[in-house]
């Protein structure tokens, strides 16, 4: 059974709370991808197999802990930043450090790929004991909205499962993910390159 198939991922809702928590760990270990692990929490709820709630929960938590790995592969990348790169971001460190968690548990509430906006806070030396809790607060977000979605709107729920994520493949997947690790690596770029300082004075925003 391959692993990109939905006959996996859903296969997983067998093992009741700890394969939700597997599925949605290793679909959000997988990077720039809006995680497989929607369609199982909805199937375990539709099928009336498992709680809403505590799917959510064990949901978040499988998701919060693929992405905190993910965000330390993130923040390695800092030691490839000059000294003159890392002087320009000054500012913006102080900023992330504030007001950051707004932009984890934002990005971490939402179905799309939220990698983009996690590399960037990475780069911006966003904290990681930080981005731990921040993260689970924006998962458990949308894996309580999807359980409780497929517990009371039956109709919508098939039709996600049905008609949306059927008919992704593994070549639409990769495409996605490479355009998007594409538009975060410009992003990224970009972001090193930006006189903070200045950029952040002009706005009004004092760090």
Known sequence: MEFFSPEFWNG????GYVGVFAASLLGSLIPFVSGPYIPPIILAVMAGR????????????GAAL???VLFRFFK??????????????????RLVARHGWLAVVGAAATPLPDDVVFMLLAISNYSSKLFIPTVF??????????AYLALY????????????VGEVNITHTIAIAA???AAALAAAYALTRLDWARLLDRVGLKT
Request: hydrophobic share 45%; aromatic share 8%; glycine share 8%.
């Open 12 to 15: 997983l809702t067998g093992y």
């Open 50 to 61: 498992l709680d809403p709630f505590p799917t959510a929960l064990a949901s978040a938590l």
């Open 137 to 146: 607060a924006g998962k458990l977000v949308i894996t309580t909205a999807v």
């Open 179 to 181: 355009a998007t690790a």
């Open 76 to 93: 390695g990348g800092r030691v490839l930043l000059s000294e003159e790169s890392r002087k320009r971001i000054e500012p913006l460190e």
């Open 66 to 68: 693929a992405k905190a």
């Open 153 to 164: 709107w039956y109709g919508l729920a098939c039709y996600i499962v049905e008609c949306v």
